[in-house]
């Protein structure tokens, strides 16, 4: 039955979509890069300075691999970590000129990528898509 065949098509839906942000950022000049910095980048251009547990949060990812992650991105000049003002034992990951830079691309991307997702689907079926993919998620 194709109902017991949901998973493998998300992964499937997951891996293109991986594809095509690989696509997308390489076209635009952004190299060295993969999605799931972008996941990083994308939070802190939109949501201002985090902390490593609030990235992590936001994205789903545990701490070791966010620490991986925002390590390469500092080593290639994208973001940067500051002290708290408020809590110095506390550091917080901010992008910097570089980082903010891919702004417009970056926008540009998920655009597509969401035109393209969504082609032929109502408002409706995307709200009740979501419930669902909630839900399992939650279930995991």
Request: charged share 30%.
């Amino acid at each position: 039955m194709k109902r017991d065949h949901i998973i493998f098509l998300i992964g499937r839906i997951h891996y293109k979509a991986q594809r095509l942000l690989e696509r997308e950022m390489k076209a635009r000049g952004i190299e060295g890069l993969a999605p799931s910095h972008g996941e990083i980048l994308g939070s802190l251009i939109f949501k201002g300075p985090l902390s490593m547990t609030e990235i992590a949060r936001i994205i789903d990812r545990d701490k070791s691999t966010i620490t991986a992650l925002v390590g390469k991105l500092i080593r290639l000049g994208y973001v940067e970590k500051r002290t708290h003002e408020g809590d110095r034992r506390m550091a917080l990951v901010a992008v910097t000129k570089k980082g903010a830079a891919l702004k417009p691309a970056f926008v540009a991307i998920a655009m597509k990528l969401r035109t393209l997702s969504y082609r032929d689907t109502t408002d409706d079926e995307r709200d009740e898509l979501y419930r669902l993919l909630s839900k399992i998620n939650g279930n995991l």
